[in-house]
């Protein structure tokens, strides 16, 4: 009798491991959240950038306006793929690590309404509000940072461009507030 062929037995992750479909699906959702938040960020920036804001006194170190969709895209999806990497971790410190990146998406998400939308009905009261939406987000995205450096170096790594550009948009928040 001809010996049977044995069949490779399909991989099973190990316990506690997401298996692949479930880790791209991760990915794509952390990704939508991000790009979802930068959307309706978008909205409010849309409906006010070629209103109060193209008149108003900007920093002289403000970029041209394309820099800004640009860059926003790029830290979206680094914050996204940041987020994952903590995901993937099983860790307990996991959770307060995604909590803490869940806080400073909502106060991201909280600021262009606050900076944008606002402006109109609460004039400079509303630019100062957004500064201090802008401060907490700062200490928020650095929260962050630490919590996720420890589980994942590169997480912690890829968040450093976004509060780079959080502080640097604080000062052209600062300058607008202290000047319109």
Do not use: C
Request: no cysteine; glycine share 8%; net charge positive.
């Amino acid at each position: 009798m001809p010996a049977k062929s044995e069949q490779p037995v399909p991989a099973r992750p190990l316990p506690g491991k997401p298996g692949t479909g479930h880790q791209i699906a991760a990915l794509l959702g952390f990704l939508a959240l991000s790009h979802a938040v930068s959307f309706l960020g978008s909205l409010a920036i849309i409906a006010n950038a070629h209103g109060w804001y193209a008149a108003a006194n900007k920093a002289l170190w403000t970029p041209p306006d394309w820099v800004f969709g640009t860059v926003w895209t790029v830290l979206y999806t680094a914050m996204a793929i940041a987020a994952w990497l903590v995901w993937r971790q099983r860790s307990g410190r996991r959770r307060g690590a995604l909590s803490a990146y869940g806080v400073q998406l909502a106060l991201n998400l909280a600021w262009a309404p606050a900076f944008f939308g606002m402006y109109p009905m609460l004039g400079t009261a509303a630019l100062w509000l957004a500064f201090l939406v802008i401060t907490a987000l700062t200490l928020a995205v650095s929260l962050t940072v630490l919590r996720f450096g420890p589980l994942s170096r590169t997480a912690g790594l890829l968040m450093l461009p976004y509060i780079s550009w959080i502080i640097f948009s604080a000062s052209l928040n600062l300058y607008a507030a202290t000047t319109n």
